[in-house]
């Protein structure tokens, strides 16, 4: 059987491999009926804080063709938050920086300079 990933799937794999982020892609076929896919893209937080993690599922169950069945993120201190896979996908690019992040990086700023 081949697999075609769905569409924002393949979107999220691309920008992963074009931003050097970890990723793995697990496919489930344990009902034929209603087989899945899972991704999940790591890479490296600010300085001494988690890395981000992001979790997709995609299933085929009732519709025969895959859906965003859930995604969830991690970041920063941040655990377990729901996202979509268009901020997913941001996320992998760097368009996008979580304000947790955003506000770490920037007290990591200040304490350099306060101690320099």
Same mark, same amino acid.
């Given at each position: 059987?081949?697999?075609? /990933? ?10 992963? *491999? =074009? !931003?050097?982020? +970890? ?10 009926? %209603?087989?899945?896919?899972?991704? &999940?893209?790591?890479?490296? @937080? /600010?300085?001494?804080? /988690?890395?981000?993690? *992001?979790?997709?599922?995609? !299933?085929?169950?009732?519709? @025969?063709?895959?859906?965003? +069945?859930? =995604?969830?993120?991690?970041?920063? &201190?941040? +655990? ?7 901020? %997913? ?8 920086? /979580?304000?947790?992040? %955003? ?12 101690? !320099?």
């Amino acid at each position: 059987m081949t697999f075609t /990933p769905p569409p924002a799937m393949r979107r999220l794999l691309d920008a992963a *491999l =074009a !931003h050097g982020r +970890s990723h793995v892609v697990q496919h489930y076929d344990i009902d034929s009926d %209603a087989p899945w896919v899972s991704l &999940r893209i790591v890479w490296p @937080g /600010p300085d001494g804080y /988690p890395p981000y993690d *992001l979790r997709l599922s995609w !299933h085929t169950r009732d519709t @025969g063709t895959y859906r965003l +069945s859930h =995604a969830l993120g991690t970041w920063g &201190r941040c +655990s377990g938050r729901t996202i979509t896979a268009a901020r %997913a996908l941001r996320l992998v690019t760097g368009e996008e920086v /979580p304000q947790e992040v %955003a506000d770490l990086e920037q007290w990591a700023r200040e304490d350099l300079l306060a101690t !320099h």
